[in-house]
Every structure is written in structure tokens, then in C-alpha cells.
């Protein structure tokens, strides 16, 4: 089979899994409570009381949001289809595993995308948040949204057919990433170590972004951000095709 076939197989297949992830999984309650709900109140819940504008605490939310968000479909899509022994038909298709973490982070991305979207839009129009540049906006939700996803698909490949185990296995990343990835405390005011740390979060990045976004101001080039997001992401890919191949043998 010539490479542009297989590729295209590869593509189409993963497009298949995410297809059937949007209409089995946005809409249940785990997800929507893991993925939109508590991000929401968790943000809420560090911004009372701060005397700071829309347009200073937004990009936060965008940021958080779309870490839960992008990392919320995986961890229960997986086990779910593991205890309904539907995972085993994905793994007896005559596609690779490359496909299947493609086409489970690709579900997550665009769920991310879509919640991010949904704030974007109503901080825009209705808290009249001012921006200096939807690009970098942009790019830091598209490219974090595909990280955290592949994130997720990494954690999805512990053999487990219980969504509550995956979950707990990925707060265990998601929660220390909010408080050294200059969320709610600026990288600028860590000590050392703690920036030092900040560095190996992807978070770091993509709240980077975002934040120049709305600012016109970033902590470091947008070209860095960028880069180091595409390496979390093919690092992610990599392993978690690594750890399906490893538990599904």
C-alpha cells in the first residue's frame, strides 16, 4: 500500500473515532461536570474578591478551561469502551494505534475548542473584554487543546475499565500545572525553583499565549510557546502509542 493510502486510512479512521466520541460522550454528565462545570467554579472560587478586569482574568479561564476540557473525553471514553468490549473492535480494525490516540485526542480537541469558544465569545460580548490579538488566542486554545487531549490519551492507556481511576490519575497532573503555570500566581513572582518548574508545564505556554493575546504582553517569544507546545504534543503522541501498544498486547 503506497504511504499517501495508508495515511489517508490513518486520517479517516481517526476521524471515525472522534466522530463517535462527540455524539456518545460531550453530552454526558461526567463530562460536562469534569470538563466545563468545574473549571468554571474552581476559577471562581481563586478570583473573588480580586479588584481585576474582565480582561485580566479571562485568559485564565480560557486557560484552565481548556485543560479540563481537552483532557476530559479520553479518561472516560476509553474505560467506558473497555467494559462495553467495543475498545477491542478499535484494536482488531485493520488500522494502527497511531490512529486510535489520534482520533481520541482529536475528540478532545474539539471539545476544548468548542468550550473555549463559548468563553471567547461571551466575554467578548457581553463582559466587552478587550483584546490585542485573536491570533495568539487562537493558537494557544488549538495547540493546548491538542496537548492536553494527548495528555489524556496518554493516561487512557492505563488497563482499567473504571473512568473514576484515569480521572484520579490525570488531577494528579492537571492540578499542580494550574498553580506554576502563571494561572493565578505570575511565573514572575515564583521563587526560582518554581520557575524553573513552570518551565516544564505546557500550561506555561498556552497561558502565554493566551494572556499576550489579550495584553499585547508575553513572558516569553510567541515562536517559543509555540514550539514548546508542538514538542509536548509529539512527546505526549509518542508515549501514549507506547503505553496502548504496551497494555493492549
Known amino acids: 500500500m503506497r504511504l499517501e493510502d495508508r495515511l489517508s486510512r490513518e486520517l479517516v479512521a481517526a476521524w471515525a473515532i472522534a466522530k463517535k466520541d462527540v455524539a456518545i460522550y460531550y453530552l454526558r454528565p461526567g463530562t460536562i461536570v469534569g470538563g466545563v462545570l468545574f473549571p468554571l467554579f474552581m476559577f471562581l472560587a481563586f478570583t473573588a474578591g480580586k479588584l481585576a478586569t474582565p480582561s485580566a482574568l479571562i485568559p485564565g479561564l480560557i ?17 467506558i469502551e473497555r467494559r462495553t468490549e467495543t475498545f ?5 480494525a485493520p488500522i494502527s494505534m497511531n490512529a486510535v490516540v489520534l482520533g481520541e485526542s482529536l475528540s478532545g480537541l474539539l471539545y476544548s475548542i468548542g468550550i473555549a469558544s463559548v468563553v471567547f465569545v461571551v466575554a467578548l460580548l457581553i463582559l466587552r473584554t478587550s483584546i490585542a490579538s485573536i491570533v495568539p488566542i487562537a493558537a494557544g486554545v488549538f495547540l493546548s487543546s491538542f496537548c492536553f487531549a494527548t495528555m489524556a490519551s496518554l493516561f487512557a492507556a492505563y488497563p482499567t475499565e473504571s473512568p473514576g481511576d484515569i480521572i484520579s490519575m490525570v488531577n494528579l497532573i492537571r492540578f499542580p500545572l494550574i498553580f506554576i503555570s502563571g494561572v493565578f500566581i505570575p511565573i514572575s513572582v515564583l521563587p526560582a525553583f518554581g520557575r524553573m518548574i513552570a518551565y516544564f508545564s505546557p500550561l506555561t505556554y498556552a497561558n502565554d499565549l493566551i494572556q499576550g493575546g489579550y495584553t499585547g504582553r508575553m513572558l ?9 507546545l508542538v514538542v509536548f504534543t509529539l512527546i505526549f503522541q ?12
Open 63 to 79: 486557560g484552565i478551561t481548556t485543560l479540563f476540557s481537552a483532557s476530559s473525553i479520553g479518561p472516560v471514553s476509553v474505560p
Open 88 to 92: 477491542d473492535r478499535l484494536l482488531s
Open 220 to 228: 516569553l517569544n510567541p515562536f517559543v510557546d509555540i514550539v514548546a
Open 238 to 249: 509518542i508515549v501514549a502509542n507506547w503505553l496502548f501498544k504496551r497494555f493492549n498486547e
